[in-house]
């Protein structure tokens, strides 16, 4: 069964660098895309790009590229979602999820990694 | 960039009660590139639907999607408790995969 198990909640200052991660502990990862979603407080769900865990090709979102980056370790079946340089607007959850092109939905997510950006 | 447009924004419904939600797309969206996803507070999102109209595992029957080009439905035919939650629908036809915005079904 799959289950993709995020990192814990992160508080952090304007400008900080940081790197959340999804970790897949039941299915062999390399065989899907994996995809991360923002939800800002309140507000609906925005799609920020996804990465073929086969050959690590990303896929961002117009809206996402350039401000984030998205990567992947086989080995350990980890997906990661990175700021060089975080600002208060990027406070919010953020979840991975498992593409399925067989079916294009989201069929298996993360429980969430809460991110807060304040000084 | 598709738009998605979900109505109406809130339902206030009572247990028993069929729901009807609706999704609206600015350009046509093959039935099969249409999903439903639900959430509760403080939970992710789950999919209900994909393909416009195909249950996913564990989802039951109550919950129903359909539609084609640019106008999809959701049904819940009878509320249960348990599904007082928001309803998201999400295309991908082509890149970026975008959502709606949501129906909120409240308890009435």
């Known amino acids: 069964e799959v289950q993709l198990v995020q990192s814990g909640a992160e508080v952090k200052k304007p400008g900080e660098s940081l790197r959340i991660s999804c970790k897949d502990s039941g299915y062999r990862f390399t065989s899907y895309w994996i995809s991360w979603v923002r939800q800002m407080p309140g507000k609906g769900l925005e799609w920020m790009g996804r990465?073929?865990?086969?050959?690590?090709?990303?896929n961002y979102s117009p809206s996402f590229q350039g401000h984030v980056t998205i990567s992947a370790d086989k080995s350990i079946s980890t997906a990661y979602l990175q700021w060089s340089s975080l600002k208060a607007s990027d406070t919010a959850m953020y979840y991975c999820a498992r593409w399925r092109e067989d079916i294009v939905a989201l069929d298996v997510w993360g429980q969430g990694t809460t991110v807060t950006v304040s000084s | 960039e598709i738009v998605l447009t979900q109505s109406p924004g809130t339902l206030s419904l009572s247990p028993g009660e069929r729901a009807t939600l609706s999704c609206r797309a600015s350009q046509s969206v093959s039935s099969s590139y249409l999903a439903w996803y639900q959430q509760k507070p403080g939970q992710a999102p789950r999919l209900l639907i994909y393909g416009a109209s195909s249950r996913a595992t564990g989802i039951p029957d109550r919950f129903s999607g359909s539609g084609s080009g640019t106008d999809f439905t959701l049904t819940i035919s009878r509320l249960e408790p348990e599904d007082f939650a928001v309803y998201f629908c999400q295309q991908y036809v082509s890149s970026p995969l975008t959502f709606g915005p949501g129906t909120k079904v409240d308890i009435k």
């Open positions: 990465i073929d865990l086969s050959d690590s090709y990303t």
